[in-house]
């Protein structure tokens, strides 16, 4: 026989869970509204189809490249340069080398991060590897081309940019393949 605060309390138990179910969905649409309030982190959405006209010769930005790498994936990850100094609205390309050092074929995905985060929206790539999923045959070994530019509206403060890759392991598409 249960008491009424037993009931009081089980009731209380079962609406806490189902609450936090709920606001456990609602975190991801949050932290993007949060991160577009603030300009943090850096997400970059940018997919450029035209290719701006002026080039602002009188001043250079560094873009600095850095890569990580999930250790779920077997694979090495490199940008070609670490660096590069180029006038705003000035296309440029840069390759990334990825190389498959196991003996299965292997799906990555790349999840760029811009640094500082508020400067994301003056990086515009017009083609990247990033924009897809990547797959590597078996000790297979590829560039991936990122072509971008930096828009010339840039403010002045705004002297490097570091561009982070980290490449993860695509599980969900190895399952599907089974």
Not at 99 to 120: E, K, L
Request: net charge neutral.
């Amino acid at each position: 026989m249960t008491t009424p605060k037993i009931k009081k309390h089980l009731r209380l138990l079962i609406f806490s869970a189902v609450g936090m179910f709920g606001f456990g969905f609602a975190l991801v649409p949050l932290y993007d509204v949060f991160c577009d309030i603030t300009g943090l982190n850096g997400k970059d959405y940018s997919r450029a189809t035209t290719i701006p006209v002026h080039i602002d010769e009188s001043r250079t930005v560094k873009v600095e490249f850095i890569t990580y790498l999930n250790k779920k994936l077997p694979w090495q990850f490199t940008p070609e340069i670490r660096s590069i100094n180029l006038h705003p609205g000035e296309r440029y390309q840069v390759n990334f080398v990825a190389i498959n050092q196991s003996d299965q074929d292997t799906f990555g995905r790349a999840v760029p991060s811009i640094t500082p985060g508020y400067a994301a929206q003056y990086l515009v790539k017009t083609e990247c590897f990033c924009f897809q999923e990547q797959m590597l045959a078996a000790n297979e070994e590829a560039m991936m081309p990122l072509i971008f530019y930096i828009d010339p509206n840039i403010p002045a403060d705004i002297s490097t940019l570091t561009l982070a890759y980290t490449l993860f392991k695509n599980e969900q598409t190895r399952v599907a393949m089974r």
